[in-house]
Nanobody
Framework: VQLQASGGGLVQAGGSLRLSCAAS????????MGWFRQAPGKEREFVAT????????YYADSVKGRFTISRDNAKNTVYLQMNSLKPEDTAVYYC?????????????????WGQGTQVTVSS
């Protein structure tokens, strides 16, 4: 599976962005998908995850109520809608795919990673 993240950019605090992650591979619909982020000098941290059937999602407390993860299996794409952005959301955002069944918040639990897309929120 190859993952290609896009949609990052520069936005003012309070603004919105939608990230996309396009996946190759016929088994995309069976994978758990996740979004992570990494700010300079910090460890990669979990943001959100979604199960293959979209019936189950989970968010980091820091983004709950502001970010929404979704997926379109017909398009092999997972999305991260980010609203009410804050300067502390500034980071490189990565999408990842996990071949296992359950939701996963640990970076080590994912098998495939995209290249990352920069999100910068100005105050």
């Amino acid at each position: 599976v190859q993952l290609q993240a896009s949609g990052g950019g520069l936005v003012q605090a309070g603004g919105s962005l939608r990230l996309s992650c396009a996946a190759s591979g016929r088994t995309f619909s069976s994978y758990v998908m996740g979004w992570f982020r990494q700010a300079p000098g910090k460890e990669r941290e979990f943001v959100a995850t979604i199960r293959w059937s979209s019936d189950s999602t989970y968010y980091a407390d820091s983004v709950k109520g502001r970010f929404t993860i979704s997926r379109d299996n017909a398009k092999n794409t997972v999305y991260l809608q980010m609203n009410s952005l804050k300067p502390e959301d500034t980071a490189v955002y990565y999408c990842a795919a996990d071949r296992d069944y359950g939701l996963e918040t640990r970076p080590t639990g994912y098998d495939y990673w995209g290249q990352g897309t920069q999100v910068t929120v100005s105050s």
